[in-house]
């Protein structure tokens, strides 16, 4: 009995510091795991935010890349870290919104196993063809694919990634007639697409716009609800006559499960104000992205909805990782 009550004393003793603990968070520098390696969209909005909330928050934000795996290696780190909001994850479309559809085991799941924080940005699709397809807009390529089925090749940065599966959704919508060509990585992918090895590809426009700009790739449509402020001519989707072809590259911000909600309300208030910061605007703008700030709940169920609108896909690609 004395041991149980000094056991209860001890624990409400510490009760009060925890409290005090959580209440000025945060206390020392935070690391921010990011799930694939330096360069790249992703690891250009993980350092243009940690840097301003580096500079919010009164301490550093410590950038760590982990690539590998689809995102599962950085996922599977933070899962397994203490929940103190002190090891955070530079979540994202890959790593909770397709991962968990395409790998058959994972070490956590990909809801209970997180404190989803904040939403970041989006920075939708662009699709575009090479210079040489004579398609000047998506009707028309679809017309084309459609007398010459099997013909055209799309590309992408591998099996189940997001240009994958935009690709099918894309097959899926349209009924196009095309054929998936799998990379490592979209670097080589849109390499091959500006030679002329590859017909058509879905990406983000940072791995796009400078062969845009070079006339070797033609932009059809952005796969957005809204128009791309770098490419403010190019239709949508919609507006190309597809609506449902809506997707791309979303990054935000998750903790391991059991993160104090006060410390995830302050993490998100802070990211909130960092993207409504007109440089940031500016800089994510010149990449195709947009502010798209979501708190926890929200966030949440953000990520729930990607899961469930990717499931039939991921189904129909037949992508999947043992």
């Not at 939403?119 to 459609?146: C, D, G, R, W, Y």
């Not at 007398?147 to 997001?162: D, Q, R, V, W």
């Not at 959704?169 to 390499?191: E, N, Q, R």
């Amino acid at each position: 009995m004395r041991l149980t009550s000094a056991l209860l004393a001890s624990v409400l003793a510490g009760l009060p510091a925890f409290a005090s603990a959580v209440e000025g968070f945060p206390q020392r520098p935070i690391r921010l795991v990011v799930p694939v390696p330096p360069g790249g969209a992703a690891d250009f909005t993980a350092r243009i935010i940690g840097m301003k909330l580096t500079e919010s928050l009164g301490q550093n934000i410590v950038v760590e890349n982990r690539g590998g795996a689809a995102g599962t290696i950085a996922s599977d780190l933070v899962a397994r870290a203490t929940g103190d909001g002190y090891t955070l994850l530079f979540s994202s479309s890959t790593t909770h919104g397709i991962s968990p559809l395409i790998y058959k085991k994972l070490p956590y799941d990909p809801m209970k196993s997180f404190t989803h924080i904040a939403l970041i940005n989006t920075i939708p699709a662009v699709m575009v063809v090479h210079q040489s397809v004579p398609a000047k807009s998506v009707k028309e390529f679809v017309a084309l694919a459609k007398s010459k089925p099997n013909t055209f090749l799309f590309g992408s940065s591998g099996s189940g990634s997001p240009p994958h599966l935009l690709g099918e959704l894309f097959k899926m919508v349209t009924g196009a007639p095309i054929t998936h060509v799998p990379y490592k990585g979209s670097g080589p992918a849109v390499v091959d697409l500006a030679g002329g090895q590859l017909h058509a590809m879905l990406d983000g426009l940072p791995s796009l716009i400078n062969q845009i700009k070079s006339g070797r790739l033609r932009p059809l449509a952005a796969a957005s609800a809204r128009r791309s402020a770098v490419l403010p001519d190019l239709p949508t989707m919609a507006e190309a006559g597809y609506p449902g072809v809506e997707g791309g590259l979303w990054y935000g911000i998750s903790g391991p499960a059991g993160v104090p909600a006060a410390a995830a309300e302050r993490l998100s208030k802070a990211v909130f104000a960092a993207t409504a910061l007109p440089d940031v605007k500016e800089r994510f703008a010149t990449v195709g992205g947009f502010s798209s700030p979501l708190g926890p709940k929200e966030y949440t169920e953000f990520i729930r909805k990607e899961m469930i609108k990717w499931a039939p896909v991921v189904k129909a690609s037949g992508a999947r990782v043992d």
